[in-house]
């Protein structure tokens, strides 16, 4: 059985995607992504140098929480545009696997705040552990590409009506 073998659905119910458009919840996703997306690049670029030459901790700290606040603001503005779309807070079938790996990228964010505040960690570990959340993020922004191609796709027609196709 391979993927063209798979059954289908589409991404949004009509009535789902009438209220995606109506929603000013979605432009507000649409502006904060790429803004996530800016912050996490030139926070990204800031750990990688307080790693590498041991400078600039401080404003590497400061673009990390930056890019929690950030997280924090794309997350809960996500499940309110959750709600009005599919009418659950979180994990709608369209998105559950998205949530499930948002959730981890927030677990780290927070464990990184944590670890900021408590002096749990080295500098070194902090920086390391900032690292990780990054790289779930940047997996977790790539699950939500693949949706936004195939929403695309969908509402246009083109390469078919289904996420599984988008997906292919």
């Known amino acids: 059985m391979g993927p063209g073998d798979r059954p289908s659905r589409p991404l949004y119910t009509s009535a789902q995607r009438q209220r995606r458009d109506a929603s000013p ?75 499930v790996v948002s959730m981890l990228v927030l677990a780290l964010h927070t464990a ?22 990054y790289a779930t993020y940047v997996i977790n922004a790539g699950q939500f590409l693949l949706k936004l191609r195939a929403a695309r796709l969908e509402s246009t027609g083109a390469g078919g009506p289904h996420l599984a196709e988008a997906l292919s």
Request: overall charge neutral; proline content about 2%; charged content about 10%.
């Open 112 to 133: 990184y705040l944590a670890a900021l505040v408590t002096g749990a960690l080295a500098e070194r570990a902090l920086l390391i552990l900032a690292l990780a959340a």
């Open 25 to 99: 919840w979605t432009l507000v996703q649409g502006l904060l992504a790429p803004l996530q997306f800016l912050i996490f690049l030139m926070s990204l670029a800031l750990v990688l140098r307080a790693l590498a030459t041991g400078q600039g901790l401080l404003a590497a700290q400061i673009s990390v929480v930056a890019k929690t606040v950030a997280l924090y603001a794309i997350m809960v503005t996500g499940s309110i545009w959750e709600k009005v779309v599919f009418d659950r807070w979180l994990f709608a079938p369209a998105f559950f696997w998205e949530d």
